[in-house]
């Protein structure tokens, strides 16, 4: 009974862990450029400013009818040269609109603050890159990096009538400028697919081995009288 319970055991094992593997969909988006601005007491001007959010392909959810594909964060963080890397606090997803259209006469992507979440369907921009690259990209998928027209901006916020400026780590971000289109700058963006890592060789050897040592216990067991376990 301890040997098949042993060899089942090690077989769902052996199993999750391969699960585990082929479901992998984490995906990294990250759009740059440079921008100023206020992070809790500390000011930037013109620094280098890298917005990473980790989201699922799984949760990329198709908005209005396919004209804009919205993707929650799990993580977004903010890294800026000469200051350090804040993780926001505030909802946020990505947006990508694979097709121009009324918002922009290009495809674009746009990291942003989720306004009322969890709904996907309405945000305030933080960064966008806008490409004829980035055609039919509807986010479930690695590409780039893509350096055009773009930006990192956000509204005035923080006064009586404003909306709250970001929420992060290290203090309220908040930016000079808001993000303009057409835009005047540029911004990178790419995206990679981070597969779950697959298990050890090594693991896999050991339980190759248990199973068979098991498989060898029970067959002598039978082979000197012992009754069989059905």
């Known amino acids: 009974?301890?040997?098949?319970?042993?060899?089942?055991?090690?077989?769902?094992?052996?199993?999750?862990?391969?699960?585990?593997?082929a479901n992998a969909t984490a995906i990294t988006y990250e759009i740059s450029g440079v921008a100023s601005g206020t992070i809790?007491?500390?000011?930037?001007?013109?620094?280098?400013?890298e917005e990473t959010g980790i989201g699922d392909t799984a949760n990329v959810t198709s908005l209005f009818g396919g004209l804009i594909f919205g993707n929650?964060?799990?993580?977004?963080?903010?890294t800026i040269g000469g200051v350090g890397t804040a993780?926001?606090?505030?909802?946020?997803?990505?947006?990508?609109?694979?097709?121009?259209s009324g918002l922009s006469p290009v495809p674009v992507v746009v990291i942003g603050r989720v306004d009322?979440?969890?709904?996907?369907?309405?945000?305030?921009?933080?960064?966008?890159?806008?490409?004829?690259?980035?055609?039919?990209?509807?986010?479930?998928?690695?590409?780039?990096?893509?350096?055009?027209?773009?930006?990192?901006?956000?509204?005035?916020?923080?006064g009586p009538t404003q909306d709250p400026c970001i929420h992060t780590t290290l203090g309220l971000?908040?930016?000079?400028?808001?993000?303009?289109f057409p835009p005047t700058t540029e911004a990178t963006f790419v995206a990679t697919l981070q597969p779950?890592?697959?298990?050890?060789?090594?693991?896999?050897?050991?339980?190759?081995?248990v199973l068979l040592g098991a498989m060898m216990v029970m067959r002598k067991r039978i082979a000197r009288g012992f009754p069989q376990v059905t």
């Open 173 to 180: 971000l908040s930016f000079s400028s808001n993000l303009t």
């Open 40 to 49: 809790g007491a500390t000011t930037f001007t013109n620094a280098s400013v």
């Open 196 to 209: 779950v890592p697959e298990p050890p060789t090594i693991s896999l050897m050991l339980i190759g081995l």
């Open 72 to 78: 929650p964060f799990s993580t977004l963080t903010v």
């Open 116 to 158: 009322k979440p969890p709904a996907l369907d309405s945000i305030t921009g933080i960064g966008f890159v806008g490409s004829s690259a980035l055609t039919g990209y509807e986010g479930a998928t690695g590409i780039g990096p893509i350096t055009d027209a773009g930006g990192i901006g956000f509204p005035a916020c923080g």
């Open 1 to 21: 009974m301890k040997s098949k319970t042993l060899i089942l055991a090690l077989a769902i094992s052996a199993i999750v862990l391969s699960a585990a593997s």
């Open 87 to 100: 993780t926001v606090t505030d909802a946020s997803e990505i947006w990508a609109i694979p097709a121009p």
